[in-house]
């Protein structure tokens, strides 16, 4: 007879294996099936659409006319193209027209949202990237007692990460040009971290007690699990290293949403979630005034959100509409939001925060290698997670274990709840396995308090 410890990791077993047996659906833009048509947008009302609002794989209802001179550009049934949104840009045409009768340009919006200036530049190698994950050999690998001694060292960096994320994020809101010199130090140590041992970097987030706007740290640690994700994938240093960058400043926008929407204790309101999604335009106006600032961190502020099965925001983009360093930093983003108490809901454990995502990446929003990596870099008991073995015992989740996502390295606790018995490594001790996750130490040795 199954526990219910043993239903849940049999569901999410079954979770983990959808994903990783049926990758999720990427749209092309010659997928005529797939293509979206242009109902519901702009496209659908008799006059005017703005040129900004269409997107390579529209399937026209109706057809395109130069607003101006009524002139056909597309006819009906037609499929955008990037060539045709280039011949729009070239000869600087900002509107267009179902009618073709000529109609003159509709006055100047009092829309503050910002446009979207990278366009359709998006190129092949932006979007699949060579990767080559580690394997557990491969992994950097310090000895236990090493890396908890510069776990502890590294929580004082994470706090002044925090502190050059808020004073950069603070300087830009008010046009004071900042240098982003802290920021260059945080990706360094972070990247000299990951090069040491993959679990240093999730081993600080799981000690993390401080109590610095929610913002600033989450921006941190967004990049922390995001160069984990890259490092894991195998990818070069430099691109690890951008990425990083990327993710300390993907949410900057959200400076300019209103606090009482940001801080609020309950449920957003519709209206208020609108807001809220249009903090990626905001995101992506600010990164345009840094000087010298790499066009794949511009395309993470503007489409982290984004999901491959177009569910995300602000722009619906879907599959090879996406950079792909905005798809890993969107998953490290989700990861990292819901491991983290906010004013209107309590933290997820990470357990359930990872579960959460691998059932979203087998409903077709997450790219499944990148999720796959998430997983060999935290395993399924992310470092931090109290559990349960199969002998009684309570644990508390050490290292992840690289192909063996259930069984991960545990130091058993003891008659307080402390971590100070024994280190079982359960890849090499078929014989203990985990049982349950257990989401309320305390009430576990302490019932009833």
Known sequence: MKTGGDMELTQRRKGEASCMRNPPTIQTPDDAQQAPDARGSDMTAPD???????????????????????VLLLAAGMTITPEFLALLRERQIRFLSTSSDPTPAPAASTDTTPADPLGESLKREDVQ????????????RVTLAILEERASRGLKSHVQASKSVEQ???????????????????????????????????????????????????????AALSMNIATQLGLRREKIMEIGLAGLLADVGMLRVPEMIRFAPRPLTAEEIQEVQRHPLYTLDYLEKIPGLP?????????????????????????????????IVGIADT??????????????????????????????????EY?????????????????ELDNGQFAVVVRATTGRNTRPV??????????????IDLAAREDVRVVRVVRDLAAEFHPGR
């Open 335 to 368: 990861y990292a939001a819901m491991t983290r108490p906010r004013p209107h809901r309590p933290a997820l454990s990470p357990h359930d925060a990872m579960r959460h995502i691998l059932e979203e990446c087998s409903a077709g929003r997450y790219e499944t």
């Open 295 to 327: 066009r794949e961190v511009k395309f993470v502020g503007l489409q982290s959100h984004e999901r491959l099965d177009k569910s995300g925001y602000p722009r619906n983009r879907g599959g090879m509409f996406i950079h792909a360093f905005a798809k």
């Open 48 to 70: 005017i659409v703005k040129t900004a609002s269409l997107r390579v794989g529209m399937r026209l209802t109706k057809g395109l006319h130069d607003a101006g001179t009524g």
């Open 129 to 140: 990237l060579p990767i080559r994950p580690l394997t557990a050999s491969q992994r950097p």
């Open 168 to 222: 950069f994020y603070k300087a830009l809101k008010l046009n004071d040009s900042p240098k982003n010199d802290g920021l260059h130090k945080v990706v360094n140590e972070f990247i000299d971290m990951v090069s040491l041992d993959l679990d240093l970097l999730p081993t600080i987030l799981s000690l993390q007690t401080s109590g610095d706007e929610y913002l600033f740290q989450h921006s941190v640690n967004v």
């Open 371 to 387: 999720v796959r990596a998430l997983i060999d870099g935290l395993s399924v008991f992310p470092v931090g997670s109290h559990v």
């Open 410 to 423: 545990v130091r058993a606790l003891d008659a307080r709840g402390r971590p100070r018995g024994e280190v």
